[in-house]
């Protein structure tokens, strides 16, 4: 199994309206935050099916479909990332050298489908591990879809009941300017509350009145709706 015969795999599944469905829905038009991105036209369910042979790819090989200009090649080598990242099987050296590549070729994880499926098991996985600074330098990037990895990556930690680091890089991330990082902030604060309900309130009573609307929507979903209130009525 090679990269090349994995991208000849969904080229077979190749559909011209889909594939401009795709790019309308990923913003990729002039000015857009996926301009010039290059859809196949192939469903996840499809490309999922097509990835499960190539499961056991290499990472030199996972690079080379993280350099291709096609969308859904880019997602493949991410969900391969994802589950060798996830397997307890895979080796202590294989996961440094996703995490690695991961961060290496960021360049190419550069739309928010991309970064949400393989930040929680390949980056937040090994951090569980192997905790340092990285979320901290993502979180601080000028590049809106490293500091989306930087949130996104706290699932890992929020999956084995930590909910420290999701609050530390949503605090971070409070004031960004961007509404797909408002949208990624404000999903994991909601799953944060599900581990820490007490924390959540305790952040939303220092930052709701001032967080992005969208944020706040968002990280109030699971909340009561007389409490909901409460906290749309600080928002801004």
Request: glycine share 6%; aromatic share 6%; charged share 30%.
């Amino acid at each position: 199994m090679t990269a090349e015969r994995l991208v000849e795999d969904l080229v077979a599944h190749r559909s011209g309206d889909a594939a401009r469905g795709m790019a309308r829905y990923f913003k990729t038009g002039p000015g857009e935050y996926g301009e010039g991105d290059v859809f196949l036209g192939v469903s996840v369910p499809t490309m999922l099916a097509v990835v499960k042979p190539f499961a056991d790819l290499p990472p030199e090989q996972i690079e080379v479909l993280l350099e291709s200009p096609l969308h859904e090649v880019r997602a493949a080598a991410l969900a391969i990332m994802a589950r060798q990242a996830s397997l307890r099987r895979t080796r202590a050296d294989r996961r440094r050298e996703l995490f690695d590549l991961y961060l290496r070729r960021h360049d190419r994880i550069n739309n928010w489908d991309l970064v949400d499926r393989a930040a929680r098991d390949v980056v937040g996985g090994y951090l569980l591990a192997h905790p340092d600074d990285t979320l901290t330098l993502l979180a601080r990037s000028p590049v809106l879809w490293e500091r989306r990895t930087a949130i996104v990556a706290t699932l890992a930690h929020l999956r084995a009941g930590d909910a420290d680091q999701t609050f530390r890089v949503a605090e971070l991330l409070v004031g960004d300017c961007e509404d797909l990082i408002h949208k990624a902030v404000g999903w994991l604060l909601r799953e944060a509350g599900e581990v820490d309900p007490a924390r959540l309130l305790a952040f939303l009573d220092a930052r709701a009145a001032t967080m992005p609307r969208t944020m706040l929507r968002s990280a109030l979903e699971r909340l009561d709706p007389a409490v909901r209130a409460h906290y749309l009525a600080l928002g801004r």
